[in-house]
């Protein structure tokens, strides 16, 4: 009895034990197999073609069947034998009849750089390594066998102009670029050359034309070099370097072809300055200098000009076959009887042709005969090989007086009161008186003298009244040139102040306010005109309000200096 309750009992609790037992049997079995789930993961690299054509573009897929970090790949032994864009990189998991799959995969766009056989190596990724694939890279092939060769399809072309020059002289250099790739950051090298000066000739000029069904930018620039020794020199031609931009549908890469295109060197011959030759060493085929003036030459307007007016003298240079650099300086010398103010050279390129223009602002201090220089340029005259002379005239001139220079301003008297002041007289006491003695006498003899000085006075009167006139009229000239003046200094007209400020009459003004004044209408004149002022930022700019300052206190000085006359004109001077 007690055997067979002991055997119900063992019976029962194996079978209470019997589901704890399954669960710890699969716990141990799914343990003991992800192990074996990671030892499994394998590495895979597969091409899109193995026979190629050189520069040709395939695709190499790496792929891994575990999600891993995208960065476990390295391209870099690729480098060797090959060019290679960036991988486009995919994590994909996936969930299928209750296994879960995970596959990392790396995909890029590869070609070969050369001719013959290259072998992609293997890549390790994690504890596991994908397999070498060897690459037939051939020139060229039949479609069953390989692509044809891909060359980049761009084309760099250059010429000359002459090959002869020199030292001094330019030629000019033109580059063509022809295009009919993707093309990633282009770049043209300028060409270049022991002795030689090199720099570009105006903007890049493109255009896009087809040529056989295809579509192609042709881009072309210029270059103007100087020879700066003589002698044989090699030219090196330009460059284009750049990358072609390469791929397929269905790459999910793009690959960047290195591109270097160089165009065919050029031998110059360069000749040296004449030991014979006089004068600055200009080489050329041609010079030509224009000349114009304002007034125009010939016109009314030029024979009538007086002193403190200005004369604009415009001179254009033009040299051919010359650059900026080597254009020279036009200095004239001009008579101390005037003022020259120049502005700063403007230059422009047209037609092989360096062109400079300059203008000279000429004011004569005075009246009388002027004499403007001519100019003359010696140069060398490359075609011909002999030595010439251009010069344009200059200008002979009878300068009038300025309009009131020389006029002296007298101050106006203000008109005198109808009516003369009398003495006031006080009340007398009247007294009788029998015998008058030498008061009549004396009192006859004070009359007279009144009498005397009264008819002086009038006569005095019809003297000053005509000088008092002329000194209103003068007073009105000098007041209309002054508000000219004025207005002219408000809108910073150099010309027209000068002008109106040899016009205006300063005679009443101290020596030391009317020095003060030349200074600062000298600083306006300098500071338009000067060569120097205009170089820039740097340059000096003139603020008029110092010279409408100044002008306000001599006008306020002189109307002073005229109150103060017209009184001593009224009050006589004690004896």
Request: charged share 15%.
């Amino acid at each position: 009895m007690v055997i067979k309750t002991m055997n119900k009992m063992m019976k029962r609790y194996f079978q209470l034990k019997r589901p704890c037992i399954s669960l710890l049997g699969a716990l141990l079995f799914i343990i003991g197999s992800l192990p074996t789930a990671a030892s499994a993961a394998q590495a895979v690299a597969t091409v899109s073609k193995n026979i190629v054509g050189v520069n040709e573009v395939f695709q190499l897929v790496v792929s891994v069947d575990a999600n891993i970090n995208t960065n476990s790949l390295d391209l870099s032994p690729l480098a060797t034998y090959f060019t290679y864009g960036r991988p486009s990189v995919s994590s994909i998991n996936s969930f299928n009849n209750g296994v879960v799959s995970r596959n990392t995969e790396w995909k890029v766009a590869i070609a070969t750089k050369a001719i013959g056989e290259f072998t992609i190596p293997s890549f390790r990724i994690g504890s596991s390594t994908t397999e070498p694939i060897i690459i037939t890279s051939l020139k060229s092939g039949n479609a069953n066998t390989a692509a044809k060769s891909t060359e980049p399809d761009i084309k760099l072309d250059a010429e000359i102009d002459k090959d002869q020059l020199y030292v001094g002289e330019s030629l000019r250099y033109r580059v063509q670029i022809r295009i009919g790739e993707q093309i990633d950051q282009p770049a043209l090298v300028a060409p270049f050359g022991d002795g030689l000066d090199i720099v570009q000739d105006g903007d890049d000029r493109q255009v896009e034309t087809v040529l056989n069904g295809r579509r192609y930018i042709v881009i072309t620039r210029y270059y103007q070099i100087s020879a700066t020794k003589a002698g044989t020199i090699t030219l090196e031609g330009a460059q284009f370097k750049g990358s072609v931009v390469k791929g397929s549908r269905g790459f999910g890469s793009t690959l960047s072809v290195p591109v270097d295109k160089k165009a065919k060197d050029i031998t110059l011959t360069i000749k040296g300055k004449p030991d014979d030759y006089q004068g600055l060493w200009l080489p050329t085929p041609e010079l030509k200098i224009e000349q114009q003036w304002q007034p125009q030459q010939g016109s009314s307007q030029l024979n009538n000009i007086h002193a403190g007016e200005p004369i604009t003298r415009i001179i254009t240079l033009h040299i051919k076959n010359t650059a900026q650099s080597s254009m020279p300086n036009l200095a004239l010398t001009y008579p101390s009887s005037v003022r020259m103010y120049d502005e700063k050279p403007v230059y422009s390129s047209n037609n092989g042709f360096t062109s400079m223009t300059v203008k000279h602002v000429i004011i004569p201090r005075k009246d009388g005969s002027l004499v403007l220089p001519e100019l003359s340029i010696n140069w060398w005259n490359t075609i011909t090989g002999t030595q010439e002379t251009s010069k344009v005239d200059g200008l002979a001139l009878t300068i009038l007086p300025g309009d009131n220079t020389n006029t002296v301003s007298t101050p106006m008297v203000p008109t005198l009161p109808d009516s003369q002041p009398t003495t006031e007289t006080k009340p007398t006491e009247v007294t009788v008186v029998t015998d008058s003695g030498w008061w009549p006498w004396l009192t006859a003899t004070f009359a007279s003298l009144w009498v005397i000085t009264l008819l002086l006075w009038l006569r005095a009167r019809k003297n000053v009244a005509p000088a008092a006139n002329a000194s209103a009229n003068n007073t009105a000239i000098s007041s209309d040139n002054y508000h000219r003046l004025v207005q002219a200094v408000t809108v910073n007209d150099a010309l027209k102040v000068q002008t109106y400020y040899q016009q205006w009459a300063k005679h009443s003004l101290p020596n030391d306010f009317i020095t003060q004044m030349d200074q600062e209408v000298a600083n306006m004149m300098a500071a338009i005109y000067s060569k120097h002022s205009q170089e820039g930022n740097s340059g000096t700019v003139w603020n008029n309000a110092i010279l409408l300052s100044l002008l306000q206190q001599a006008r306020n000085h002189s109307a002073q200096s005229l109150q103060s006359s017209a009184l001593e004109e009224l009050i006589p001077t004690k004896s």
